[in-house]
């Protein structure tokens, strides 16, 4: 007997194609028999975790027979020394990922809007699809009133109406980099709707040196709409362990947390995230490395001609002047693993995550060598 379960699934998820992550080294060694490969796909820290969360882990290894704490009091506990707010303003995630997802959840229906940027992060439009919500796309900026490819917060406004439910602000915004200044996003806030949930994503808040880049946190005392997303996937190198967290009003906590599945932190998660949070040496060696590795990538590429995005995250995204589909598979079979963009509508870029000045040096020798063909 045959069935076509398809049209049994909820009209959102019918259409939804699923987030494709960066490819992982495993999954290119089998495909090519590679020996020597490099993954610069998925903006990691190539530092890696701090030592304290690695103590953190294997001393946590003889009790995973035991469910985690659902709650994650001592997490919690420690992020609210840490971030200077209440313990029950925070909602844990299994990456901010999940915390997103939750946010769509709560706030979206079938008989509402989501608003984004284009070239924002991927999830968005899956996270607003899956529940059955309409998906709003303001084009990013053109360069002449803003950072080319940075959020357009005129154009984020315009597409506010009364089904607005969410509004997604990437801030800096993966894949391309750019971030929106203090004073022009707290502004945009202050305007919201009371019906519209702002939900600010810092994924890449810890990477960030910019005087005029704003802490969101601060102004979640003033706006009870706020939701601010971060993780410890990216500066604290905890990526392999999927954990990131939310941060707003009591009331907004509240509700994520009826949606929240039990134990979608795992116990090692949860001593890592904690034990991370005490090493602001390692951040602060991470920060450096950081920064070194992005003017060592975008020298390289100016001295190419090849143009790229600013960035002040843990990446680069750069203008190969052509389609990059063909370039990154070429990148693929010399062992270098970065991320195309064409699903974030810019079909001419690669992303480049920032790794170790030698694993920087084998990707432009790889690079060069793929261009020169």
Known sequence: MTMNIDYLAAPGVRGLKPYQ???????????????????????????????????????????????????????????????????????????????????????????????????????????????????????????????????????????????????????????????????????????????????????????????DYPDAMEWLPQFPNLIVTRTFSKAYGLAGLRIGYAVSSTEIADLLNRVRQPFNVNALALLAAAAALTDDAHLVHSLRLNRQGLNQLGSAFAERDLPFIPSVANFLAVDLGRPAASVYEALLRQGVIVRPLAGYGLPNHLRVTVGSAEENRQFLGALDRVLAL
């Open 21 to 211: 992550p960066g490819k992982p080294i495993g999954e290119l060694a089998r495909e090519l028999g590679l020996k020597q490969i490099i993954k610069l796909a998925s903006n990691e820290n190539r530092l890696g975790p701090s030592p304290k969360a690695l103590d953190a882990i294997r001393a946590g290894l003889s009790e995973i027979a035991l469910y985690p704490d659902g709650s994650g009091f001592e997490l919690k506990a420690a992020l609210a020394a840490k971030l200077g707010v209440e313990a029950r303003q925070i909602t844990l995630g299994n990456g901010s990922n999940d915390v997103i997802e939750q946010s769509a959840k709560v706030f979206l229906s079938p008989s509402h809007t989501a608003v984004f940027s284009a070239h924002a992060f991927l999830v968005y439009p899956i996270a607003t699809q899956a529940v059955g919500a309409k998906a709003e796309v303001a084009p990013a900026h053109d360069g002449s009133r803003g950072p080319r490819y940075g959020h357009d917060l005129n154009a984020l406004a315009e597409r506010i109406t009364g089904q607005t439910r969410i509004v997604f602000i990437a801030n800096p915004n993966n894949p391309t980099g750019t971030y929106l200044k203090r004073d022009e996003l707290g502004r945009f806030i202050a305007a919201l709707p009371t019906h519209v949930i702002a939900v600010v994503d810092e994924a890449y808040f810890e990477y960030v040196e910019a005087e």
